[in-house]
């Protein structure tokens, strides 16, 4: 509320009757000074009489409702309030506040009310003259929020400039800092006053520091484009730190700079984790690049994003080349389906995996690598891609080819004489009987059962051999399983007497290598017998689980170990502990059944509880 009452100190009153009608006042000059001049009861209960130039609605009629013509309904109350104070103390007073004027529209007025006397010293009537002050309250009005508006931003800039962290400055065209926010005059260790109005010197800038932001500051004029640059600065609580800053030009109301602002952000702990990113990338090719194995990094998608050197050494591919076309169609055209499957499952998957397979070499001969692909992941846990490493096992692969077609040649030429050996041993069997000859039957059954055993080891070495070059034959036919264990029964019962063998074999029809399935239960039959004690039962079953068949050969021997588990199927595997330390065998026994199960589709696993026993089982497809 902007208005206010003045009490005039002027004690005499200026009119008194009977100089002149009050009436007769409001058409004298003195009316002429006043934008509307009106005579008011003693009491201000009633208006007499309105006299104006337009202002105010004139009228000439006496009336009590002049606070609701000519005030407006929001301000009455404190408009009487204020008069009925001013009017009890009977002298000339003077009261800005808004009037409705003749055109309905607010306005404003300075009213000054001048009490006529009479000879009584008794207050007749009030003589007021109006002026109309609405255009000069409106401006200063404007003005008043203008200000307002303006100390709002300035609050509001304050606030935003105080509480970053980034610096904030203005200099003016001499190079001196007309503002400085909090940050910078920490900083610097200054207060406002010691720093503002100062030049870079002053407030610490080494020369070719202060020379370096005045040139940039000139071109910033000359151009009256913003620039960018980066320096490091002392702080005086954190030390050296590097800025990232922006100068920009303020132009005034005819486009001129008038100023330059800037703004600095501390980017040193950016600066800081890029430095050891890149020292930890260097690092990293370094060792990519000094090694001799192939090494190359995926994205998370299963894009190439690295391939060090030596790829392109071994492939004849540049390595751009090589990120843009990979290395899958270098595989060995016996190995590709499968790399590529595992791929493209270790990408779905997020997962570790490893592999043997054969590229091509830039000189067109054939390389076997072994690869190891390592997920990696971002620091919120999703997936990254992998690290894939791949070491050239091509000579070990040749060696190991080698010792394969030795053991096989000798296998097969051991078997030539071992076949004319058990003729031999048959027929002197027959002999024996027929002679009577108990001792001699016996010992020739022995050597016979040792004869068998020996076909059986040539026999595991072979296919051995053959799975290794993948030259395995397959013989497949339609036949009852449980036949084949009525068959295994007889067979094993006759001459297995160190143990109690319980068949539950019923009538479930395959297509497999028959020869092949006698052959993996006969292992694992076999196996059982050698590990677990002497009177101990073996059982071995078939059954129909899941739709398909499984037959499991159960004994309560000694078990295996957990981590042992899955090793005990790989080639040449043997666990190592007091109760199979000197159990006689070379560990290809399970790797066949394995890979015999696997070529039929089927699969092989373990159950077993250490002390307890073990139950070995195989599933396959029924026909
Ligand atoms: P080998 O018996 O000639 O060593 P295998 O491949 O048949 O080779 O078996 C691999 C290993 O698995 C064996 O050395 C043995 O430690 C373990 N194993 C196999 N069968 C059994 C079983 N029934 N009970 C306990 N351990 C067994």
Redesign the pocket.
Known sequence: MNAYLVFIPEHRPVYRKPFMEPENILTTPFAAAFDAVFNMSSDWSRMLSLKGTGFLQATDTPATGWLHQYIPEEDRAWVWHMIREAVSGKKKFRLTHPVLTADGSTGWALSTAIPVMDNQDQVMEWLVGAIDITESHRSADMARTAMQVAERKIRLYETITASTPDLIYVFDLNYRFTYANKALLAMWGKQWNDAIEKGLRENGYEDWHAEMHEREMDAVRKTKRPIRGEVSFPHAVLGRRIYDYIFTPVFNETGDVEAIAGTARDITDIRNAEMKIAESENRFRNMAEGTDVLINVTDGKGANIYFNRLWAVVTGRSVPELLASGWIDLVHPDDKTRVERLLTGSIEQKLRWKSEFRIVRSDGSFLWLLLQATPRFHSDGSFAGHIISLVDITDIKENEQRKNDFISTISHELRTPLTAASGFVEILQARAASDGDQHAAAMLTIVDKQLDKMTRMLHNFLNAARFESSNMHMRIERFDIGMLLHELEDELKATVTSHILSFKSREIWIDADREKIAQVIH??V???I???PAGSAIIIECAIVNGGLRLT?E?S????RLE?QP???T???????T??KY???????????SEIIKAHNGQIA?E?WPGK??A?YFTLPVA
Do not use: E, W
């Open positions: 292992n694992l076999s196996n059982a050698k590990y677990a050969v004994d021997g000694p078990g295996i042992d090793l005990i199927f080639r040449f595997y043997r666990v190592r502990n109760q199979t159990v006689p065998g070379f560990g290809i026994g399970l790797f066949i059944c373990v077993s026993g073990s070995f």
